[in-house]
């Protein structure tokens, strides 16, 4: 049973357009999220996060909205760049050491 | 600095033969993962270890077995290799609980 699922394999933007990447969950119980980026041959970096008390969270291009109602959290990236082009996982941890990701988008952005 | 270093980086095994993956993080990291990545399924945790001397079964635990060896390293070994554990294999650690996870670059294992 997928608990952290992101339901669309890829995404195409043009550059300096709004991506917006999503990812919904099943356990109420997670309260910690984050959001992973990964080049081809290179593990996953990490992006940004948010705590379950909080609803929105800023990094320059990238912020990240939470909606524990809906068991949804997106990440906005504006504007794109051409090297945002990548796989990007999020991931959900309640507050213990177990962190579960989901299976991944793929972001192309166009020149 | 290092980071989280995975050793080796590529291997191809004949089924049944055995395996250990090894990790190793320079950060004075508590906790430490195994992950596979394996096309369209993400990454999927096979074990975890919060702290040295303890260690606990992920989403896919079977045919895997781990080693926190000491604060520094933690090791994934494959007893009898199996063609369905051709996968990406990726090492990660954090330093407490609801902190980022830092990976290494992986490990391709292939299965003839």
């Known amino acids: 049973d997928q608990q952290v699922k992101q339901n669309s394999p890829s995404l195409s933007v043009q550059e300096g357009r709004i991506s917006i990447l999503n990812c919904d969950y099943t356990n109420s119980m997670f309260d910690y999220f984050l959001w992973y980026k990964k080049y081809p041959a290179e593990g996953p970096t990490f992006l940004i996060s948010i705590s379950s008390i909080k609803d929105k969270n800023e990094d320059g291009r990238f912020t990240v909205f939470l909606n524990k109602s809906a068991k949804h959290l997106s990440l906005h990236i504006v504007p794109s760049q051409p090297g945002d082009s990548a796989v990007y996982f999020c991931?959900?941890?309640?507050?213990?050491?177990?962190?579960?990701f989901g299976t991944g988008t793929r972001l192309k952005v166009l020149a | 600095n290092a980071g989280v270093t995975q050793t080796p980086k590529f291997q191809v095994l004949k089924t049944g033969q055995s395996m250990t993956l090894q990790c190793a993080q320079d950060?004075?990291?508590?906790?430490m993962y195994w992950y596979r990545q394996d096309p369209g399924m993400g990454l999927r945790l096979i074990y975890y270890?919060?702290?040295?001397?303890?260690?606990d079964k992920g989403e896919v635990p079977n045919g895997y077995n781990v080693s926190r060896l000491n604060k520094r390293e933690f090791s994934l070994r494959l007893e009898s290799a199996a063609p369905s554990q051709t996968s990406v294999y990726f090492c990660?650690?954090?330093?407490?609980?609801?902190?980022?996870?830092?990976f290494g670059d992986g490990t391709r294992l292939s299965i003839l």
């Open positions: 991931a959900a941890a309640q507050g213990t050491y177990k962190y579960i």
């Open positions: 950060m004075n990291h508590n906790s």
């Open positions: 990660a650690s954090i330093l407490n609980s609801n902190q980022p996870q830092h």
């Open positions: 270890s919060a702290s040295e001397g303890t260690t």
